[in-house]
Structures are given as C-alpha cells and as structure tokens.
C-alpha cells in the first residue's frame, strides 16, 4: 500500500490544491511554446517536486509518467569512475548530481552537452527541446554551476532546465539571471487543513477537525510533514478525537528530553549524560542540523526572555561551524553554562 | 555529368526555397525569435552596438583600424558586456566565413583542466593561419593572428593558469588571447601581466533604460510607466538579467492573453489585481507591469521588511523575541530567500537616518557575518532570526 503522501500526490496543474495563481502561471509558461530555464525554490514540503512533475505533463503529456532508472558511469580526468543514477522518461531526464559530492562537475558537464547535443528523438513530441531536472541545485558545487552558465545559453534550442533548491542563496548570480525564478511558499496551515479533510474523506477515516488543526500547526507548514503525521496517527487510533496525541517522531521526543535536562540542572555529570545521548542521535543518522534546530527551538519556550536572543546568537553560530565540519558537541556545554 | 549538373540546380533550387521560407520567417519575427532568448537574440553584432562601455570600445575600435591587438583580459560583473564586446569584435575583425577557423571560444563548460590548456589550446595557438579567400579582406580586416577566449577564466585552476603563461608568449605572433572574468583577483599575477586590462563597469541607468526600451519596441512589449525604472533596479546593472526579466514578464503576460475557452474567465478572475488584463484580451500586444516584475525578480514585498524592521525596535527584551521570530518564521515558510531580505533590509535600515552611524556601523558588521554563513550554505531560518536578533539589541544600546 503507497503511503497517503504518494497516493493522493496530484498529478495535474488543475489538480493542485493551493498557490493557483502560481498552477496558473506554470500552465501557461508550459502552453506558450516558449518554455524558459526555471528556478524553483521554496522550502520543503511547499510542493516544488509536484509543480514541476505536473508542469512536465502538461508540456508533454502523459508519457512524462512513465519514467526508468538508468544507471551510467562516468569518468573523471584522474580516472576515477563514479556511477551516477538517472531517472528518465522519452522526454525528460532528472538528476541529483550532489550525490556525486564534488565529482558533480564532470556529470553536469558530459551528461547536459550528451543531451542537449542530440535532438528530442520522438518526432511527434509536443516540444522540441528536452527537460533536464537537476534536484537540490543549491548543493552543487561553484564548479558545476559555473559549467551550467554558458550550457544554459548555448544548447537552449535543444534543452531546458529546471533547478529544484531550497534557497536562491547557494546559486551563483549568472544563474539566477539566466532561469525564470519560481518561489514556492509553503502552504498556509488552512491549506493543510484542507488538504487532510479531503485525503481523510477519500480514505474514509472519522474525522475530527480540531485534530486537523493541531496536526497542521504541528507540521510547521510542512505538507508531506502533516501527511505522515495524519497518516500515522490514523493508523495507530481507531477513533479519533481532537485529544488524540500525534506521537512525534522518537528522535524528536528524545531531543526533548534532552532539552529538559538541560533545563533541570546544570553540571558537568548532567553535561555528560546529554553527551552520551546526543552521540546516540548522531549514530541513527540524523543530520546535526536537524538535531541542533529542532534542539534550539525546544529549548526556546522553556528559558528566560533575556535569553532567548543568546541561545539564537549561539545556535546561528554553531550551525555555521556544523557546514563548515567542526565538531559538534561543544556547543551543548556553552547552552548548558548559560 | 548531366546528373551533376542536376544536383547543383536542385542544390540552387533547395537554396532559394530555404531563402523564400527564410523571409517568410523574417516576416513573422515572433514565430521565430520566440525559440530564442532575447539576450541572445540581442546580443551587440558590432563593436558599436556595445552600450556603455566606451573607454573600451574606442580603444577596441582604434585596433579595428591598425590591426594590432594586445593580450586582453576583460573584467567587470557580471551582465555588463564582456562576452559580447570580444564576440563582436571578433566578428568584426574575422566575418562569419573566417570566424570558425580563426577563433576559439573555451568556456566553464568545457574541460578546462591543465591537460587541455596543454593539447587543445596549445595546439590551436601553433596552428598555421589560413588564408582568407580573394577579396574576403575588403569587407573584414582579417589580421594575421588568431583568438582565443577564454570565458569565465576565474573557473580555472591555478595550474591551468600558469600553463597559459609561456604559450601566451611562444606563439604571441600569430595568436592573441582574450581572458574573461568576474573577479580580476582570481586571475594569477603572472598572467594579469602579460595582458591589458579592461575594466567594464556596470551599466549607468540612461544606457541600460535606452536599451530595455529599445528591445521592448522591437518586440512589441507594452511597458507600464516605471516598468524599466522598476526592471534596472531590480537587476543592479546587470543588463542581461533586465532583459531575462523582461522576457519572462512579457512571457507571462503573453501567454495570458490567449486564454483557452471556458477558462478564460477563471484565468481573469486570478489576474483581477492585473488591472490591464482586459486589456491585454483586445490588444494584439501584451502589457508588462511593475509587480510582475518584482515577482519574477523575487523582490519581497515592503511591507514584510516594514513588519520586521518595526518588530525589531527595541522594546522589553522578551517581546522583541516573540514579535521577530513569528515575522521571520513567516518569512522563511513563504519562501523568500534569504539572502534577498538580507539585501533589503540591509537598504532599509543603511538609509534610515535616525540611526546613529555608531550603531551602523556594529549593524554592518553583523550583516557581513551573516552573509558569509548564508554563503557557506548555513540554516536560512537561524541566521535570519540571529540577524534580526542582534540587530535589535544592537539598536537598543542607547
């Protein structure tokens, strides 16, 4: 059984629930003939995925959908090979080139000139030229961006690109000249609301609307976030009523733990304690990130308001150190003394 | 024979068919010019079409006439008529027939690393000049050397760099180079030398308005007043990124006005703020305007950086905090990117007088911090907050 999330994700512009002015947009760039590079951004779970798969059915059709996994392997100059995946359909190609890490350039570089080099090959196409959609664009390196700048303008007959990223902030500016920027906000929680009340009549459930509502501003605007929760909390609860917990996810009632301990008492063996379990967070693989802001807004709530503004202070600080791969717990020992 | 005869008068024949289907093309330039960006399609064909630059185009012209060119490297931001500059020239000194053989464009795009500077670019630099045909020097000049561009040489590695150096030199007779870069201080010493720089600055407003107009005429964009005061703003004297924004704006409203049936009236009904929509249904042209250019340029809404500033004046400590974090969460849930409200707010508060230059001071420091993080690829939501945050309490020190 797909999750809710998969099963009710919209196919279609039309289908799309929220930002119509934005679906509007979308279908007439795509019926206009005169399709330009896009940047989508936005944060996660706004939909940025769903518009573009919905935009490529509209400039193509239905056989956008039918998609396979190639796997190619590449060679760099000091001939290291890299096996890289591809999904692809007839018409489009999507590609994550930051699961390469820095090797990202040689792919972005051999596989857009292969492609843009070669014409759409099914003659009864609607469009002539072909998609290319590279996923979590604010992660590749300068290298590779500087390697899209002039693809952009040179193969643009035969290709267009669409870069899917959560902030404008990592793209280089010639990018950001060359695309077509689309922001993508995130729902509203009435949005959400909206969204849930119509998967839970489609699947049936009994219904409660305050849930709803706690479940959306729970998810922080989040669409895919609330999806999971509603969907969890159905499957675990019969009945449910407007006082049904939503269980969050472990990690985060463990980091909440730690931010009561925190609170409760400062010492060093306490510091310890703390140490030991967020090692155990760190080894189930949650990103540090994830850990320290979801940390740092637990903690807000609970400490003085003259506070509030140091513990940010730090937090913004220490998130820095973490990208640029410093070592994480010393923060925690700052948080605890202050 | 007779055959061959045959093939030349079907060739002759395909040709003026081609020529008539051709100007047929021409006759319907939107048809045509659609497939193509516009900061292609109005790229500058001569040196004199090239806006603004003029320090560097007489001393560009000057060698059109005595044939002599230096080692050159271009510099300046970006959208300000580099590439545009060396094409023209080049296309100027060489004609199309002699362009391909006599120039070679290497880009970010193309393996750049050492081993090519050595093999590809060394080997076009020592090949033998071909000769134009007769009468070809009459209409270009045709001097006896070669070009190479490098475009976005700051993307090269160092090693790629100094490999330059001495083929810069060996082959100088019969080859002159062209370097393009954004950042003069990525170029290595030795080779900044070796050329003569040409700065290019950023367009002043009169040149890049002139020009936006011009392309708007030719395409048949209706401008709402202040669409170009509006565009050059947002682009900061980037011309190509003007233009971009006009294309996708004229896009837009272009693809608007040919509604399908039994949409059209919901499509009005999304459009309704647009208050020329009804217009732009009649007309055969399309009406730009200024909030759909600040759209596509993702210029955040005043009143968003009004909130945040308001909420950021010093009151009791624990309110700045809760009145900040709901503007910023809000902000960062909509999507706007982070670094574009650093950007205005930054020019919302630098411009507010009744901050003491003390205190600005101490803001601007924290700003360059935070930009450097967002650069280092740091948590939007966090940095805003510890902006806002810190700006606040430095506000509140007096």
Known sequence: ?338 | MASFFDNKARAAAAAAANGGSSAKAAALPKEKGNLQPWVEKYRPKTLNDVTAQDHTITVLQRTLQTSNLPHMLFYGPPGTGKTSTILALAKELYGPEMFKSRVLELNASDERGISIVREKVKDFARMQLSNPPLHYRDKHPCPPYKIVILDEADSMTQDAQSALRRTMETYSKITRFCLICNYVTRIIDPLASRCSKFRFKSLDQMNAKRRLEEIAELEAVKLETGVVNALIKCSEGDLRKAITFLQSAARLAGAIKAPVDGQSKKRKLVEDDDRNAMEIDEADHTTVTVSSIEEIAGVIPNNLIKDLVKAMQPKVRGVVYNVVSKVVTDAVADGWSASQLIIQLYQQIIYNDAIPDKQKSKIVIIFSEVDKRLVDGADEHLMILDLALRVSGVLAEN
Not at chain 1, 105 to 114: F, H, P, S, T
Not at chain 1, 120 to 136: H, M, T
């Open chain 1, 1 to 338: 059984m797909a999750l809710l999330v998969d099963k009710y994700r919209p196919r279609s512009l039309e289908a799309l629930t929220f930002h119509e002015n934005l679906s509007e947009r979308l279908r007439s760039l795509a019926q206009s003939g005169d399709f330009p590079h896009l940047l989508v951004y936005g944060p996660s779970g706004a939909g940025k995925k769903t518009r573009v798969v919905a935009t490529l059915r509209e400039l193509y059709g239905p056989g956008v959908e039918k998609i396979k996994i190639d796997s190619r392997v590449f060679q760099t100059t000091s001939n290291r090979k890299l096996e890289f995946n591809i999904v692809a359909s007839v018409y489009h190609l999507e590609i994550t080139p930051s699961d390469v890490g820095n090797f990202d350039r040689v792919v972005v570089q051999d596989l857009l000139k292969e492609v843009a080099q070669t014409q759409q090959v099914d003659q009864s196409a609607r469009q002539r030229f072909k998609v290319v959609v590279i996923n979590e664009a604010d992660h590749l390196t300068r290298d590779a961006q500087a390697a899209l700048r002039r693809t952009m303008e040179k193969y643009s007959p035969n290709l267009r690109l669409i870069l899917l990223a959560n902030s404008t902030a990592n793209i280089i500016a010639p990018i950001r000249s060359r695309t077509l920027l689309v922001r993508v906000a995130a729902p509203t929680e009435a949005d959400i609301c909206k969204v849930l009340k119509r998967v839970g009549n489609a699947e049936n459930f009994s219904e409660s609307e305050a849930l709803n509502q706690r479940i959306a501003s729970d998810s922080g605007r989040n669409l895919r976030r609330a999806l999971l929760m509603f969907e969890a909390v159905h499957a675990q609860n019969e009945k449910v009523s407007e006082r049904t917990p939503v269980p969050p996810p472990d990690w985060e009632a463990l980091i909440a733990q730690i931010a009561d301990e925190i609170m409760a008492e400062h010492s060093p063996a306490r510091i310890l304690q703390v140490r030991a379990k967020l090692y155990d967070l760190l080894s189930h693989c949650i990103p540090a990130t994830t850990i320290l802001k979801t940390l740092t807004w637990k903690l807000i709530p609970k400490i003085d308001d003259a506070l509030k503004a140091d513990v940010i202070k730090w937090s913004a600080f220490y998130e820095h150190r973490l990208r640029l791969g410093s070592v994480r717990n010393r923060y925690y020992h700052c948080r605890s003394s202050s």
